[in-house]
């Protein structure tokens, strides 16, 4: 049931390595203003009239009269860091639920293990993130969590479905019999066996997590009104647009290039044929 | 035959369950509020009046079982409970964000799946020729890039700059079908992430079906290029499309709340931000419940599809 076929004969190189290429270029630009941002951005200066362009602020003045280019620089780092926390904070999860499920022999053990996910499967991602807003009106923190939540099922069935075809292998039945703690044959052996697996899903996992962060963000979830913080300042600036439009369009556009990067770049790395991570996804 | 009734009755089952799940998960968040809950929620207006009328909207000097009890009841009489903030039924509202929100989905639902086909059925026809990396690049890039980044990009290039369409949906009361106009960009949004998924899988299966001993031998027993393709091999590369519709399902609603909020919209996802900005909680449980046994159903029913396609797919349960 490959469902890769046999895509990226050897003969593939050049283009995969153009897709590197152009994943890298996308990526780059955003990844290095949210990393290197807040140590250029300088202080706050005065706050000037809104929406208006020159007068010293190359990309013109925002919303509340702030100067943009130093919201750019400031507003990366949040997306990236929520995201990466909670794709972490996901397999934290999920590496351990899923290795216990795919290892146990105790079948009411893994369906007690398993079924909740897929039920948590059911729940519309945002919707989940919308309701936990409602009621907890949760910052940056708990955000990383709810998020984090949201990815759980996804990545412990990636787990189970990797673990189980590694734990069926004769190697993990002579680690058994030479009395083998569970300890070593899991984490020693099978966890990691399927760590490429796991480093291409995570690519994945990231991605959808980049989305949801934005998107909370863009609908207010997570972030003060006011936050120097791209997808918020796509959403209050949109009223400017006819004004001022660098205001909305400079964030925006770090978000599609950012949100492209982290895709294609992973996606050049499946169809790698030298690295070839990933058989089954 | 019995086999097939056995995995039916287990998907149905599942089916429930989610409901179920759905239905408690829903009701639970409520009870997870810290301290007295009709404090918490009155957050910024925290006077008596207003507590007051939270408690006994929400019924929290009973205990909660017997809330529990009483909302599910409720909902199975199609009573989704009354708005904190205007005083109205849940239902009410719902009704009148439900024509908007009907149109941008059904549109989007018709074009995406011809859409999300053509394009990979286009792709497979020659795999590493320039069409397929074409699109293969661009469905890889665009399939996780948020709709409120790549809406407001196309809302300036299109509506601002060029002028072809209107910028948002203001002024036309939300009567959609009157003003097509004003649903292309919307559409084009919502569509740009399911069509590279589903597009993604349907050519993968199809390289997978047209390398396939059956698709050679029906090409030798003299079937046209074009039947092969289409009445043979297209209809087992849908089997993994039709299981990535219950992932598209949890998208497009998603894409339906920004997309509303974006173009100012004034549908269900509108109705459910609103709530969530004004604490109004039955209002969100209500259309919680709605978007998640939607979702539950169009999952059902896509793996009822899929089984009908490809029967010895093993799909969920």
């Known amino acids: 049931m490959s469902e890769r076929g046999k895509r990226g004969g050897p003969g593939s190189r050049r283009p995969v390595a153009r897709r590197y290429a152009l994943a890298l270029g996308l ?31 190359w990309l ?19 997306v990236v860091l929520v995201a990466v926390a909670a794709t972490g904070a996901a397999y934290l999860v999920a590496i351990p639920l899923g290795l216990a ?13 398993i079924r909740p996910l897929d039920v948590l499967l059911a729940v519309p991602s945002l919707l989940f993130v919308l309701l936990v807003a409602a009621l907890f009106r949760p910052g940056p923190a708990e955000l990383v969590l709810v998020v984090a939540l949201v990815i759980v099922p996804d990545a412990a069935r990636v787990v189970v479905s990797a673990a189980t075809e590694i734990a069926a292998r004769p190697v993990v039945e002579a680690l058994r019999m030479q009395g083998e703690s569970w300890w070593r044959t899991a984490v020693g052996y099978v ?9 291409a899903d995570c690519g994945i996992r990231l991605a959808g997590a ?24 796509v959403d209050r600036n949109r009223v400017g647009l006819f004004l001022q439009p660098w205001a909305v369009v400079v964030p925006a556009a770090l978000i599609v290039a950012l949100s492209m990067g982290t895709n294609l770049l992973f996606d050049a790395a499946l169809q790698d044929p030298d690295e070839r991570v990933g058989e089954r996804l | 035959m019995s086999p097939d009734r056995a995995w039916l009755g287990r998907r149905l089952l599942l089916g429930v369950g989610q409901t179920a799940a759905l239905v408690v998960l829903i009701f639970a968040l409520t009870e997870a509020l810290p301290g007295d809950a009709a404090v918490a929620l009155a957050g910024d207006q925290p006077d008596p009046q207003r507590i007051a009328l ?28 009354t708005s904190l ?15 908007p929100t009907l ?11 011809p859409l999300s086909v053509g394009l990979g059925v286009l792709a497979a026809r020659r795999e590493g020729g320039p069409v397929d990396r074409t699109v293969s690049g661009l469905t890889a890039a665009v399939h996780a890039v948020p709709e409120f980044a790549l809406g407001v990009l196309v809302i300036t290039v299109f509506a601002l700059r060029l002028g072809w369409v209107p910028p948002t949906a203001i002024g036309t009361g939300g009567d959609l079908w009157a003003h097509p106009d004003v649903l292309v960009l919307p559409v084009l949004v919502l569509l740009s992430r399911p069509v590279c998924t589903i597009s993604r899988l349907v050519r993968a299966g199809m390289i997978d079906a047209m390398a396939s001993p059956y698709a050679a031998h029906a090409r030798r027993l003299g079937l046209t290029p074009t039947r092969v393709r289409w009445a043979h091999a297209l209809p087992n590369a849908l089997a993994p499309a039709g299981q990535q519709l219950a992932r598209t399902c949890d998208w497009l609603l998603g894409g339906v709340i920004v997309v509303e909020a974006l173009f100012v919209i004034p549908g269900l996802g509108t109705v459910l931000i609103d709530a969530v900005a004004a604490r109004d909680i039955p209002v969100v449980q209500g259309l919680a419940v709605v978007f998640g046994v939607v979702t539950v159903v169009v999952n059902l029913g896509a793996d009822l599809v899929t089984r009908r396609l490809a029967p010895r797919a093993e799909v969920a349960a």
């Not at chain 1, 990526?27 to 990393?35: H, K, Q, R, W, Y």
């Not at chain 1, 499920?101 to 293990?113: D, I, N, Q």
Request: avoid cysteine.
């Open chain 2, 85 to 99: 903030v205007s005083g109205r039924p849940v239902a009410d509202l719902l009704a009148d964000g439900l024509g």
């Open chain 1, 60 to 78: 013109g003045t925002d919303f509340a009269g702030r100067d943009v280019w130093r919201q750019v620089l400031l507003g990366g780092r949040s």
């Open chain 2, 103 to 113: 149109v941008l989905a059904g549109v989007t639902a018709t074009l995406l799946v």
């Open chain 1, 191 to 199: 966890a990691r066996s399927m760590r490429r697996t796991l480093a």
């Open chain 1, 101 to 113: 499920a795919a290892l146990t022999r105790r079948t009411w053990l893994a369906e007690v293990l």
């Open chain 1, 210 to 233: 980049l989305y949801l962060v934005a998107t909370a963000a863009f609908l207010g979830v997570g972030v003060a009104p006011d936050a120097s913080d791209w997808a918020v300042m």
């Open chain 2, 54 to 81: 939270i408690r006994e909207n929400l019924g929290l000097d009973r205990s909660a079982g017997e809330r529990l009890l009483d909302w599910v009841g409720g909902l199975a009489h199609g009573d989704l409970g």
């Open chain 1, 27 to 57: 990526i780059a630009l955003p990844l290095l203003f949210a990393v290197f941002g807040p140590l250029f951005a300088g202080p706050a200066g005065a706050r000037g009239v809104s929406f208006t362009g020159g007068q010293g602020h």
